[in-house]
């Protein structure tokens, strides 16, 4: 960008000295008409060249801003991902936590089952004597 703020310059500067140039030969009247008219052609073709670089210029750093608000967009998506994902990350460590919860307490329950079923088996063994004797009685 500076490349073309830089020639720019030197372009208009060179534009100047020639059109200094001109007006001293249109003074003097010491200028032939062709060389009047090849000093014309000369600054035309270097305002032309001044021109397009300065649109080509701006449509650089239109673009640059493009991109630049591209990115910035980017940027926020991205960050906006990022917490995304850390609450989907939080949300799962909290399930597994809840799973390895109900899985303790499936444990206890089976635990707490298999021991229900001991003593209803104990007790049985107890009263099934009982009422065998009380049917043959």
Do not use: C, W, Y
């Amino acid at each position: 960008m500076e490349e073309i703020t830089e020639l720019e310059g030197r372009i208009i500067s060179a534009m100047e000295r020639i059109g200094r140039s001109v007006q001293q030969f249109e003074g003097t009247g010491g200028v032939s008409p062709e060389d009047l008219e090849q000093a014309r052609a000369a600054f035309e073709a270097a305002e032309e060249r001044a021109v397009g670089a300065r649109t080509r210029a701006e449509s650089a750093e239109a673009e640059l801003a493009r991109v630049a608000q591209a990115l910035e967009a980017e940027a926020a998506a991205s960050e906006k991902l990022h917490e995304r994902l850390d609450g989907l990350k939080s949300a799962r460590d909290e399930q597994q936590q809840r799973i390895a919860d109900l899985e303790a307490q499936l444990r206890d329950s089976e635990a707490q089952r298999k021991a229900d079923r001991t003593e209803l088996d104990d007790l049985i063994a107890l009263v099934e004597p009982l009422v065998r004797e009380a049917s043959n009685a």
